[in-house]
């Protein structure tokens, strides 16, 4: 029962979902610095977690075969459990998500359902539809940071509390956006190179990018991504979302990873590389709404 357990854990990535939920506070935090949140991004922080729970555990159901081949060490291939198992999960998963995400407001509700709708589409239909795939994937991955911006700014606005925005929606919103944005960015490069990474296994049951464009244009794709990234992060100086001086000696090491991922030879290192500069660009965001 325990070993079962364990399973059902690590079917949903949980590094990912933690990953994907500091995300959420930190876009929070940006539109409402104020400890009479915490709750509210506690809350917004689990209803992530339990989606992205839901979305890797769909994900292993459909990918139970190509997994078998490109993830083995994966709960399905390893004969833990099924692809019925995981849609089960899945389904739990999501159905709390969404429950959590209405009680936390309507504007939050429909959002998460938003996210749900994207992910089961990506998983069911665009997966095997070229770059739209990619696409859908990197913006629920953008849209983390909204999500938790949007939980608090739904909350009554109290004068001399919020004193940071003004009102939610004033600078707060737009840091929110920014985070996600670059995120997005971020991600969409990791996905085009992560499908040259796993082009052989995706061969039978995808048309991803590495697939329909060749190898050398989808790199040439990610790598446009990931500069643009970094140009956007520098243009958004001007914004003032950020003290000047703490974002860019923050987001620095993020933006060096990002130029130097294209440049390596191996595309598994350069999604590495890409991974860990979205690990140190969210790291760095949390620094920024909490100084």
Same mark, same amino acid.
């Given at each position: 029962?325990?070993?079962?357990?364990?399973?059902?854990?690590?079917?949903?990535?949980?590094? !990912?979902?933690?990953?994907?939920?500091?995300?959420? @506070?930190?876009?929070?935090?940006?539109?409402?610095? *104020?400890?009479?949140?915490?709750?509210?991004?506690?809350?917004?922080?689990?209803? $992530?977690?339990?989606?992205?729970?839901? /979305? !890797?555990?769909? !994900? *292993?159901?459909?990918?139970?075969?190509?997994?078998?081949?490109?993830?083995?060490?994966?709960? #399905?291939?390893?004969?833990?459990?099924?692809?019925?198992?995981?849609?089960?999960?899945?389904?739990?998963?999501?159905?709390?998500?969404?429950?959590?995400?209405?009680?936390? /407001?309507?504007?939050?509700?429909?959002?998460?359902?938003?996210?749900?709708?994207?992910?089961?589409?990506?998983?069911?239909?665009?997966?095997?539809?070229? $770059?739209?795939?990619?696409?859908?994937?990197?913006?629920? $991955?953008?849209?983390?940071?909204?999500?938790?911006?949007?939980?608090?700014?739904?909350?009554?606005?109290?004068?001399?509390? *919020?004193?940071?925005? /003004?009102?939610?929606?004033?600078?707060?919103?737009?840091?929110?956006?920014?985070?996600?944005?670059?995120?997005?960015?971020? !991600?969409?490069?990791?996905?085009?190179?992560?499908?040259?990474?796993?082009?052989?296994? *995706?061969?039978?049951?995808?048309?991803?990018?590495?697939? $329909?464009?060749?190898?050398?244009?989808?790199?040439?794709?990610?790598?446009?991504?990931?500069?643009?990234?970094?140009?956007?992060?520098? @243009?958004?100086?001007?914004?003032?979302?950020?003290?000047?001086?703490?974002?860019?000696?923050? #987001?620095?090491?993020?933006?060096?990873?990002?130029?130097?991922?294209?440049?390596?030879?191996?595309?598994?290192?350069?999604?590495? @590389?890409?991974?860990?500069?979205?690990?140190?660009?969210?790291?760095?965001?949390?620094?920024?709404?909490?100084?």
């Amino acid at each position: 029962m325990a070993s079962r357990l364990l399973s059902v854990v690590r079917l949903g990535r949980p590094a !990912n979902a933690v990953f994907a939920a500091v995300g959420a @506070v930190a876009g929070g935090l940006a539109a409402r610095p *104020d400890p009479s949140m915490y709750p509210w991004l506690a809350g917004a922080a689990a209803t $992530v977690m339990l989606g992205v729970a839901g /979305g !890797n555990s769909y !994900n *292993d159901a459909v990918d139970a075969e190509i997994d078998r081949t490109a993830h083995p060490e994966r709960p #399905i291939p390893r004969g833990e459990l099924t692809p019925k198992d995981a849609r089960a999960w899945a389904w739990t998963w999501f159905g709390l998500a969404l429950g959590l995400a209405f009680l936390l /407001g309507l504007a939050a509700g429909f959002l998460a359902l938003a996210y749900v709708g994207g992910l089961t589409w990506y998983e069911g239909r665009l997966k095997r539809s070229h $770059v739209w795939g990619h696409l859908v994937v990197s913006l629920v $991955v953008g849209g983390v940071f909204v999500f938790g911006a949007v939980v608090v700014s739904g909350l009554p606005y109290v004068p001399g509390v *919020d004193s940071w925005t /003004g009102w939610a929606g004033e600078p707060g919103l737009r840091a929110a956006a920014v985070m996600g944005f670059l995120a997005g960015l971020a !991600n969409l490069g990791r996905e085009l190179l992560k499908s040259v990474e796993d082009q052989e296994a *995706d061969r039978a049951a995808r048309r991803t990018a590495a697939l $329909v464009w060749g190898t050398g244009p989808t790199r040439a794709a990610a790598a446009g991504c990931l500069l643009f990234a970094c140009l956007f992060a520098v @243009v958004a100086v001007p914004l003032r979302v950020f003290p000047p001086l703490p974002y860019l000696a923050l #987001i620095a090491p993020a933006l060096a990873c990002f130029a130097a991922a294209p440049l390596l030879r191996s595309a598994r290192d350069a999604v590495r @590389v890409t991974k860990a500069g979205m690990a140190i660009a969210l790291v760095g965001f949390v620094a920024l709404v909490l100084i």
